[in-house]
C-alpha cells in the first residue's frame, strides 16, 4: 500500500518582513479601537497578529469555510450583544476588524496580502472616525506609512540590505503628494463642518453633566481626564483675577439633593436689567462691572451646553441666552466649536412674581429636621444676607468634609445631620434647597471651576474633571448672587483646579493618595510639565487650526485671495487645473531626470562597444550586453574582468530601479580605463 501525504498540507508563505512592516503598521491602528470599542474587538485583533507568525513559521493557515462562517457568527452574535445592534459606526467598525482578524490568519498568497494592506488603510480611516485628536492622527499617519513600507518591501522581495530602501520610498511618495494635499485641504471647497466630527452616539459622561443634579453625579467625573474646552482671553497675557466659574446651565426645579434643569429653556428677557454678583463665598458688591472677553474652543459633547465665565451679558451666534444667562447652542454640538463671548461680573436685579415662585418651590417630602434647621436661621437673622452667612457658617463648623467618594444618600437629613461627607454637587443642592426653605428664591448653576493655565500656549485647559456645582440666590441689594457652599468645606477648590486642590490635599495629609508616590513626583517634574505643555499647545493649534477648517474659515481665506466669489464649480474646476499642472510638472520634471542619467549611461555603453571595436571585437546590434560580454572576454583575456564588470554595471544602471549613487560616475571611469594597456 502507497504512503498517504502528509495529513498536513503546508502552503506557500507570506515573506517574513513585509509581514513584519504590516504587523507593525496594524499596531499604530489599534489606539482608537481600545478607547471606542468594546474592548474584546481590538484583543482579538492582537490575538490574530501573534497567531499568524506562529502560523507562519509552520505554513498553517485558517482553511475550514465552517470554521470561518461560524467565526464570523459568533462575532456578529457579539457585537450585537455589545452595542445592541449591528447598525452603527462601532458597531460597523469593530466587523470590519473582526474580519481583518479572519483574513490575518488565512492569508497565504500575493493577492491576499494586498487585500490586507488595502483593509489595513480602510482601517486608519475608521480610527480617524472614532477620534480626530492628534494622538490619534499620528498613530494612524504612521500606520499609513507602514503599510505602504509592506507594500513596497513585497513587491522589492527579500533581497540582502533591502530593509530600508522602502522606507525612503514612501517618505519620498508622501513628501510628493504633500503638495496636492496641502491644495486640496485649503481650496477644495467645504459642504458642511471641518474635519472634526462624532459619529458616535454621545454618552453622559462626555458632556462631564446633564441637566440632571444628583448625588455622586459629578462626583465619578473627578478622575477624566477629558477635555471640556480651551479658553483665552484676546488681549490678555495674564489670567482673570479670582475664581473662574464657567456657566453652563441653570437648574431650578427642586427635589432636596436632586435638582434637574427646565423641560423647555426659554430665551432670557430682552427687559432684564443688570446689576450687581459678587464672589465665591458671600460676595461683596462691585461698584462697576468689569467685561471679560473670552475666546472658547469647546471640544465635542453632543449636547448643547455652551460655556462662559460668570456671566455672559449676550448670545453667540447659534446659540441663545437662556433665562438664567447662560449659553445653550440652537444645535446639538458634534465638532469641535470655537466662539467668543463676553462675561461681566453684574447680574439681574428684579424678579418676577412668578419666577421668585419657581425660586421658592419645595418637594413636600423633605423632612421636618431640615425645615427646623432653616427656619432656625430666618429667626436670627432679619434680612437675607444674614441668614445666607448663618447658612455658611453652619457648612463651616459642623464638622463636614470633602470626598470624592462620598457613598449614597438616602435623604437630604442624613446629609446634613449624620454622614456629613461630600463633593460640590452634594453642598449645592443641600445649600440651595436650604435656602428656599428659609423664603430665599435660589437656583443650583453647574459648569466649571477652575482649569489648567499653559505657559506656552497662553491658554486654559478646562477637564471633565473640573465639573463643578455652585448656587446662586436672590438678595433684593443685588439681585441673583453667586454662593458657593463647597468653598466654605474647603477653602482651596475655588482657586486651583481639582487635579491641583487634591494634590494640594494629599501633600498637606488631609487625603490619601490616589497614585504611586515615585510617579506623583515624576508627574509633578518640571520636566514632564514642560513636556505636557508643549503637548497641550500642539493637540490645541491641531484642534483649532487644522479640524476647525469649515466653511466659514475657507471664505475668510478664499475672499483674503480675491476667488471666494467665482462660486463652487468654479473652484473646484481651478483645482484641478492646478492639480494636472503640478502633476504634469512632476512627470516632465521625472522624465528628464530619468533621460538624462539613461542617456548618458547609454553614451558610455555606445563608447566601451566602439573601443571593443577597434580592438577587434565589434559588437552585432542584435547581440544583448552579457552575450557580448561573454565573446569579448574570450577575445580580450586581458580585460575579461573589465569587461564582465562594465556589462554587469550597465545592466544595474538599465534596469535596476534604484541603482547605488554613484554608480553612473564608477561606471564612466570603469569605460574610461578599459583599453589603456592594450594601447601601450
Known amino acids: 500500500m502507497s504512503k498517504s501525504s502528509n495529513p498536513i498540507k503546508r502552503d506557500t508563505s507570506i515573506p517574513r518582513r513585509p509581514l513584519l512592516w504590516m504587523a507593525a503598521a496594524l499596531l499604530f491602528t489599534l489606539p482608537p479601537f481600545f478607547d471606542s470599542l468594546a474592548v474584546w474587538v481590538p484583543s482579538l485583533f492582537l490575538l490574530s497578529l501573534a497567531l499568524k507568525f506562529w502560523m507562519e513559521t509552520r505554513g498553517y493557515r485558517l482553511r475550514s469555510v465552517v470554521l470561518k462562517l461560524m467565526l464570523v457568527a459568533t462575532a456578529v452574535t457579539t457585537a450585537f450583544f455589545s452595542y445592541s445592534s449591528v447598525r452603527g459606526v462601532e458597531a460597523g467598525i469593530s466587523l470590519l476588524v473582526v474580519l481583518m482578524s479572519l483574513k490575518i490568519l488565512e492569508a497565504h498568497t500575493a493577492r491576499e496580502f494586498r487585500v490586507m494592506v488595502l483593509i489595513g488603510w480602510m482601517l486608519c480611516l475608521c480610527g480617524f472616525f472614532l477620534s480626530q485628536d492628534l494622538t490619534t492622527a499620528l498613530c ?11 507594500l ?20 519620498k511618495l508622501l513628501l510628493q503628494a504633500s503638495p496636492l494635499v496641502v491644495l486640496f485641504f485649503l481650496l477644495f471647497p467645504r459642504i458642511n463642518t471641518g474635519f472634526w466630527f462624532e459619529l458616535r452616539p454621545f454618552r453622559s459622561a462626555n458632556t462631564g453633566f446633564s441637566d440632571r443634579l ?22 490678555s497675557s495674564t489670567r482673570p483675577s479670582g475664581p473662574m466659574y464657567w456657566r453652563g446651565l441653570v437648574m431650578w426645579r427642586c427635589n432636596g439633593m436632586e435638582w434637574r434643569g427646565p423641560y423647555d429653556p426659554r430665551p432670557k428677557s430682552s427687559s432684564s436689567t443688570r446689576g450687581f454678583a459678587g464672589n465665591s463665598g458671600l460676595p461683596v458688591p462691585s461698584a462697576n462691572a468689569k467685561e471679560i472677553q473670552q475666546r472658547i474652543t469647546l471640544a465635542p459633547n453632543g449636547a448643547r451646553w455652551m460655556f462662559a465665565l460668570d456671566r455672559p451679558i449676550k448670545a453667540v451666534p447659534g446659540a441663545m441666552l437662556a433665562r438664567g444667562d447662560y449659553l445653550l447652542s440652537v444645535q446639538p454640538i458634534r465638532k469641535s466649536r470655537r466662539y467668543e463671548v463676553v462675561s461681566s461680573e453684574s447680574s439681574g436685579n428684579e424678579i418676577t412674581a412668578k419666577g421668585r415662585a419657581e425660586a421658592l418651590e419645595v418637594p413636600a417630602s423633605i423632612s421636618p429636621a431640615v425645615r427646623d434647621l432653616a427656619h432656625s436661621w430666618t429667626v436670627h437673622n432679619h434680612d437675607s444676607r444674614g441668614v445666607v452667612s448663618s447658612a455658611l457658617q453652619f457648612f463651616r463648623t459642623q464638622g463636614f468634609s470633602y470626598s470624592l467618594t462620598p457613598g449614597e444618600y438616602d435623604d437630604l437629613e442624613e446629609f446634613l445631620f449624620r454622614r456629613r461627607v461630600g463633593f460640590c454637587g452634594h453642598y449645592a443642592a443641600s445649600f440651595a434647597t436650604l435656602m428656599r426653605l428659609a423664603g430665599i428664591p435660589a437656583r443650583v448653576v453647574v459648569g466649571y471651576l477652575g482649569g489648567e493655565y499653559n505657559d506656552l500656549g497662553h491658554f486654559f485647559l478646562v477637564r471633565q474633571a473640573d465639573t463643578h456645582a455652585w448656587c446662586e440666590v436672590w438678595l433684593p441689594e443685588n439681585g441673583w448672587t453667586r ?14 483646579d481639582l487635579t491641583t486642590f487634591l494634590e494640594t490635599r494629599i501633600a498637606s495629609g488631609q487625603m490619601g493618595a490616589r497614585r504611586n508616590a515615585l510617579i506623583a513626583l515624576l508627574l509633578r517634574s518640571g520636566v514632564f510639565t514642560n513636556v505636557r505643555f508643549i503637548w497641550q499647545t500642539l493637540s490645541y493649534e491641531w484642534d483649532s487650526r487644522l479640524l476647525a477648517f469649515d466653511a466659514d474659515v475657507q471664505d475668510v481665506l478664499l475672499t483674503s485671495m480675491g476667488i471666494a466669489s467665482r462660486g463652487p464649480v468654479f473652484l473646484i474646476v481651478e483645482i484641478l487645473l492646478v492639480a494636472i499642472a503640478l502633476l504634469a510638472i512632476y512627470f516632465a520634471w521625472m522624465q528628464l531626470r530619468t533621460r538624462s542619467r539613461t542617456d548618458r549611461v547609454k553614451a558610455l555603453y555606445e563608447y566601451f562597444c566602439r573601443k571593443t571595436a577597434r580592438l577587434g571585437v565589434p559588437r552585432d546590434p542584435c547581440e544583448g550586453p552579457l552575450d557580448f560580454a561573454q565573446r569579448a572576454a574570450q577575445s580580450l583575456p586581458n580585460e575579461s574582468n573589465r569587461i564582465r564588470q562594465i556589462a554587469n554595471t550597465y545592466i544595474l544602471l538599465r534596469y535596476a530601479p534604484q541603482p547605488a549613487s554613484g554608480m553612473v560616475d564608477r561606471f564612466a571611469k570603469e569605460v574610461n580605463a578599459f583599453g589603456a594597456r592594450t594601447r601601450h
Open 483 to 496: 454662593v458657593d457652599p463647597t468653598a466654605a468645606v474647603a477653602p482651596g477648590r475655588a482657586s486651583l
Open 140 to 150: 494612524l499617519l504612521i500606520a499609513f506609512a507602514l503599510l505602504a513600507v509592506a
Open 214 to 235: 444628583s448625588p455622586g453625579s459629578i462626583a465619578a467625573l473627578a478622575n477624566s481626564s477629558e477635555i471640556a474646552f480651551r479658553a483665552e482671553f484676546p488681549g
Open 152 to 171: 513596497i518591501q513585497f513587491h522589492r522581495g527579500a533581497a540582502p540590505g533591502a530593509v530600508w530602501p522602502p522606507v525612503g520610498t514612501t517618505c
